[in-house]
C-alpha cells in the first residue's frame, strides 16, 4: 500500500509564489509516474503537472513558464515537489498528489492519491 501526504496550501497574492511538497510512502518502490492536479468545486479534475516513469515532464498550457515539478527518491520515501511562480486567482483550486504504482509484469497500474492541498490566490 501507499500513502501520499500534500503539504504547502496556503493563501497568496496574486504574482506571489508558492511551493507544494507531496510524500509518498509504504511500497515505493514500484512508483511510477507522479503527477500534480487541481479541481475546483463543479469541475473535473484537471492535469497540472507530470513527471513519467521514463523521465518524460508534462505540465497544462495554462502553467507552462510559471509551474515546475520536480522529484527526489529515498529508500522509503518519493517527494514530488511543485514550485509555482506568478500565480493567478484562477490557479486557485485543491491541488491533489497523484502516485502510480505498477503491480505487475504485464504493467497494470494503481493510483493513489492525496487528500489535496487547498491554493488560494487573491488579494
Known amino acids: 500500500q501507499v500513502q501520499v501526504v500534500e503539504s504547502g496550501g496556503d493563501l497568496v497574492q496574486p504574482g506571489g509564489s508558492l511551493r507544494l511538497s507531496c510524500e509518498a510512502s509504504?511500497?515505493?518502490?514500484?512508483?511510477?509516474?507522479m503527477g500534480w492536479y487541481r479541481q475546483v468545486p463543479g469541475k473535473r479534475r484537471e492535469l497540472v503537472a507530470e513527471?513519467?516513469?521514463?523521465?518524460?515532464?508534462?505540465?497544462a498550457d495554462s502553467v507552462k513558464g510559471r509551474f515546475t515539478v520536480a522529484r527526489d527518491n529515498t529508500k522509503n520515501r518519493v517527494y514530488l515537489q511543485l514550485q509555482m511562480n506568478g500565480l493567478k486567482p484562477e490557479d486557485t483550486a485543491v491541488y491533489y498528489c497523484?502516485?502510480?504504482?505498477?503491480?505487475?509484469?504485464?504493467?497494470?497500474?494503481?493510483?493513489?492519491w492525496g487528500q489535496g492541498a487547498q491554493v488560494t490566490v487573491s488579494g
Open positions: 509504504g511500497r515505493v518502490f514500484n512508483i511510477n509516474t
Open positions: 513527471l513519467t516513469g521514463g523521465g518524460g515532464t508534462m505540465y
Open positions: 497523484k502516485a502510480e504504482s505498477v503491480v505487475n509484469v504485464e504493467g497494470a497500474r494503481v493510483v493513489h
